[in-house]
């Protein structure tokens, strides 16, 4: 069996790629791609904690397909709002999207 | 008798229209509206007379009637506020005296303040001001009096300032107001005083019985080594001192004389000026009873400013002025007359002297007012020495202006002597002091007011821009009526009317007193003829003989300066500029810290709003990243 910490590992990668997409790149849709790395760490870390200190229960993993659900509501959701962004400014550029500053 | 509420309802009424509508009336319509409503209330006035002292059974003496009054204010089982109507002999006096002299400078106005601008408003304001002194006279309750008189004070400020584009008139109406205001401070806590221990607003209940209840209730109660009747009663009196024009609160009423001369004929000579004396006479039991040493007071300053406003009378040269001054002198006689006068009617006939010489005065004043008024109306100026030689011109303002001379020099038959006479007996009876200080003023009266019918009337030939003309009719008509007024008024039983118990008094003309008035008023006509009918230099050359007491006297004897100092140097720089200083400093400053604290840390932290929001998820990610570390390590 593979030891639990190289999951772990993994999954703190994933979350730290997705934060440093999240923070440095700048497209809209690139962000949106990011945040749903940042998603996926934390359900692997679910599914990798169920499996290894509560082998007889399942939650963990019926928690990360609710995550997978949500994160799909989501990215509907941003996207619409992406498409939006796009149709007013021309642009989904995330450092021109400031005008709710002023 | 509950018409009797119209008279003052009538005016309030033509106020409201003339102030909401006046100005879409052309001015004569406006004119004649508050003109016709004041002939009503004239009208039902003199029938009240008539009904109250003639048509009302009476044995034995007047008694006071509240035809009218209604609850208006309950504070307490005790303590209630009404509004009404009270008739007794001082009330309905003065009903006819206001009325009438009221219709006769609305008619006069007519012709006077023709063309003028605000026309309309000048109706309204003098419909305002009949309405508030009638509500004075007639109230039944100490706090309605007190409403009144705050109406007139600002009715005459209204009416003082109607030229307000002059500086110096509305300088003048501010002047009068603060004054009066001032002196009304004291009458609101006299009154405030008066009303805690008695618990009554109700005059009637406060004069019944010879004041007993005020004696009863305030017995034992002293403030400072005065009993607090007394208290209360001084600080009354310093109300009505202020509205009356007594030193020193006299200061405002020569400036009063900056608003149009009919104004001045009706507020600050015939009605509003006599409600302090009105007021005392209101009073009177209390004063009697209650406070004899405020009253004796009241004798001290009336005599003291009689003498006072004549001597400066004397040297005024705006013969408006010479009238204002006049009108103090004659007012403090009646204060005097009160001062000196006792209850009931062996000691009483200095409070029906006192009010024989309002009713008499006011006549004949406001004929020296309106005689002016034509005369300024003629030669378009205030001052002495643009005038003379005017008989020519305005034969018949002439002979009325000579008529009200007559009447206030105190020469018989014209209604003053009669008035006078009894004041000076009534004086002599008490006080030989102010008997004789009060003997000089007589004297003075005579000589002022010749002095100035001289130089108007006789004198030197002026020139003319325009040749002077006689008034208009308008303008005569009541010059005529208070003129006729003025003869016959003096003839008036009127010590069968009014008195300080209601009870008839019998009283007869007092010859040794009589005829020494007279004669020191011949003396002063004599004086003033001898100097001012050929209008010679000899006056200039007296005036300069005199040298410094001269200046003092025509510059009022610097009371002006005097109140100026006390007001700016004194009460401005050691209380006000440092109540301003703490107010401006400590108070402000503590409320702009506040604010200016907001406002720095918001500019200070407001960049981290930028918009940007990679930026916000990067101090997200940092700030998380040291809590976890923080949980962590520590």
């Known amino acids: 069996m593979i030891p639990m910490h190289y999951y772990l590992i993994l999954s703190a990668a994933l979350f730290f790629v997705g934060v440093y997409g999240f923070i440095a790149r700048k497209n809209l849709l690139a962000v949106l791609i990011s945040v749903e790395l940042v998603l996926n760490a934390v359900e692997i870390n679910f599914c990798v904690f169920n499996r290894y200190l509560y082998p007889q229960q399942m939650e963990g993993m019926f928690f990360s397909l609710f995550g997978i659900a949500i994160a799909a509501a989501e990215t509907a959701v941003a996207i619409a709002i992406i498409m939006n962004i796009y149709r007013n400014l021309q642009n989904i550029d995330v450092r021109h999207i400031d005008s709710l500053k002023h | 008798m509950e018409f009797t509420l119209l008279i003052p309802a009538l005016p309030l009424l033509c106020f409201l229209f003339l102030g909401l509508a006046g100005h879409k009336l052309c001015p004569r319509a406006a004119g004649l509206v508050g003109t016709l409503s004041m002939a009503l209330s004239t009208a039902l006035a003199w029938a009240t007379a008539c009904i109250y002292f003639f048509a009302t059974p009476h044995a034995g003496g007047y008694e006071q009637i509240v035809p009218m009054a209604t609850d208006w204010l309950c504070f307490s089982q005790r303590l209630v506020i009404s509004v009404g109507v009270l008739l007794d002999p001082i009330s309905v006096m003065m009903l006819v ?24 408003r000048y109706y309204a304001f003098l419909s305002l001001f009949s309405f508030s002194m009638l509500g004075l006279v007639v109230a039944p309750n100490i706090f309605q009096m007190y409403i009144f008189w705050e109406l007139v004070g600002v009715s005459s400020y209204l009416l003082i300032g109607f030229y307000y584009t002059k500086p110096s008139a509305v300088a003048a109406s501010k002047k009068a107001f603060i004054v009066t205001r001032f002196a009304d401070l004291g009458f609101l806590v006299g009154i405030l005083v008066l009303s805690y221990y008695t618990g009554t607003f109700d005059l009637g209940a406060l004069t ?16 400072m080594g005065l009993s607090v009747a007394s208290w209360a009663m001084a600080l009354i009196f310093m109300g009505g001192a202020g509205k009356s024009a007594m030193f020193p609160l006299h200061i405002w009423l020569p400036d009063a004389m900056e608003g149009p001369t009919p104004v001045s004929a009706l507020i600050h000579a015939a009605t509003m000026v006599v409600a302090g004396v009105y007021l005392v006479a209101r009073l009177f039991p209390v004063y009697v009873f209650a406070a004899p040493d405020v009253l004796q007071m009241i004798g001290y300053i009336g005599a003291f400013t009689a003498l006072f406003a004549a001597v400066i009378a004397v040297t005024q040269t705006d013969i408006k002025r010479v009238l204002a001054f006049s ?48 005369v300024i109306h003629a030669v378009h100026s205030n001052e002495m020495a643009e005038m003379g030689s005017l008989r020519k011109y305005m034969p018949v303002t002439n002979i009325v202006f000579l008529i009200a001379c007559l009447a206030i020099a105190g020469i018989p038959p014209f209604s003053g002597f009669f008035s006078k006479d009894e004041i000076l007996a009534a004086a002599f009876e008490h006080d030989k002091l102010l008997f ?54 003096g003839f008036i039983p009127f010590a069968d009317f009014v008195s300080s118990d209601g009870a008839p008094l019998h009283t007869h003309i ?20 001898l100097l001012y009918r050929r209008g010679g230099d000899l006056p200039d050359r007296i005036a300069a003989r005199l040298g410094g007491f001269y200046r003092a006297t025509s510059r009022k004897f610097y009371m002006d300066e005097l109140w100026m100092f006390v007001t700016k140097k004194i009460i401005f720089r050691l209380i006000s500029t440092p109540i301003a200083w703490f107010d401006k400093h400590v108070i402000d400053g503590t409320m702009d810290a506040i604010g200016l604290s907001a406002h720095r840390s918001s500019s200070a932290i407001k960049g981290l709003q930028s918009g940007k929001v990679q930026f916000y998820a990067w101090i997200f990610v940092v700030g998380a990243l040291v809590i976890a570390i923080w949980q962590l390590f520590f």
Request: charged share 10%.
């Open chain 2, 208 to 223: 019944a019985d010879k004041g007993s209840l005020v004696i009863a209730s305030t017995a034992g109660a002293s403030f």
């Open chain 2, 510 to 529: 007092e010859w040794p007193i009589a005829l020494s008035g007279i004669a020191v008023a011949l003396v002063g006509i004599f004086a003033a003829t």
């Open chain 2, 327 to 374: 009108t103090i002198s004659q007012i403090a006689y009646m204060m005097t007359a009160l001062g000196v006068s006792g209850y009931g009617a062996q000691e009483g006939p200095g409070y029906m002297a006192s009010m024989f010489h309002l009713f008499t005065h006011a006549f004949f004043k406001a004929l020296l007012f309106l005689g002016a008024g034509a």
């Open chain 2, 97 to 120: 005296v206001i009325t009438t002299v009221s219709l006769m400078v609305h008619i006069y106005s007519l012709g006077y303040m023709e063309g003028e601008r605000g026309f309309q």
């Open chain 2, 436 to 489: 004789g200080v009060l003997w000089v003023v007589a004297g003075l009266t005579a000589f002022y007011m010749f002095r100035l019918y001289y130089n108007i009337f006789w004198g030197r030939e002026r020139q003319y821009h325009h040749k002077p003309h006689e008034a208009s009719w308008m303008m005569l008509a009541p010059l005529v009526v208070l003129a006729v007024l003025t003869c016959v008024t």
